[in-house]
């Protein structure tokens, strides 16, 4: 009887190592490659002289959001400053439209501040080594 309890709590043990060794971790995540862009259903009407933040990286996500921390879809043209959050060295962040253009260093990470006047147009963001797959897009409103 004492070999059956110890051959059951073996492999309890073995069955519990081998769970554990499914599970993943947050990490596997950032290598995984994912398309990130703007939706048209959502409308963020920012006044002018806001704040918007900008992140990309650490994987393979690209964004600009409003101060709520939702996407940017739609802003009314005027002054902005964006607080670029560049997580990854391997990517950059690169905004351009009606007379902005302007972008991080692929090869740096940090935080960088840039102050902007928009105005009315279409505006594009990209991380430029995988713009196919890292970009975005918004409209700015007369």
């Given at each position: 009887?004492?070999?059956?309890?110890?051959?059951?709590?073996?492999?309890?043990?073995?069955?519990?190592?081998?769970?554990?060794?499914?599970?993943?971790?947050?990490?596997?995540?950032?290598?995984?490659?994912?398309?990130?862009?703007?939706?048209?259903?959502?409308?963020?009407?920012?006044?002018?002289?806001?704040?918007?933040?900008?992140?990309?990286?650490?994987?393979?996500?690209?964004?600009?959001?409003?101060?709520?921390?939702?996407?940017?879809?739609?802003?009314?043209?005027?002054?902005?400053?964006?607080?670029?959050?560049?997580?990854?060295?391997?990517?950059?962040?690169?905004?351009?439209?009606?007379?902005?253009?302007?972008?991080?260093?692929?090869g740096t990470?940090?935080?960088?501040?840039?102050?902007?006047?928009?105005?009315?147009?279409?505006?594009?963001?990209?991380?430029?080594?995988?713009?196919?797959?890292m970009?975005?897009?918004?409209?700015?409103?007369?």
């Amino acid at each position: 009887m004492t070999r059956t309890r110890i051959g059951f709590v073996v492999g309890l043990a073995l069955l519990a190592l081998a769970l554990a060794g499914c599970g993943g971790s947050d990490n596997e995540s950032s290598s995984t490659t994912t398309e990130t862009t703007t939706s048209t259903d959502t409308t963020t009407t920012a006044a002018s002289g806001t704040t918007l933040s900008a992140s990309v990286g650490p994987g393979f996500d690209i964004s600009l959001k409003d101060a709520d921390g939702a996407d940017v879809t739609t802003l009314p043209a005027g002054s902005y400053t964006i607080n670029v959050d560049d997580q990854s060295d391997i990517h950059n962040f690169h905004l351009s439209g009606p007379g902005v253009d302007v972008a991080t260093e692929v090869g740096t990470t940090g935080m960088t501040t840039w102050d902007v006047t928009l105005e009315a147009g279409s505006y594009h963001f990209q991380c430029d080594p995988h713009s196919s797959q890292m970009n975005g897009d918004f409209e700015v409103t007369g």
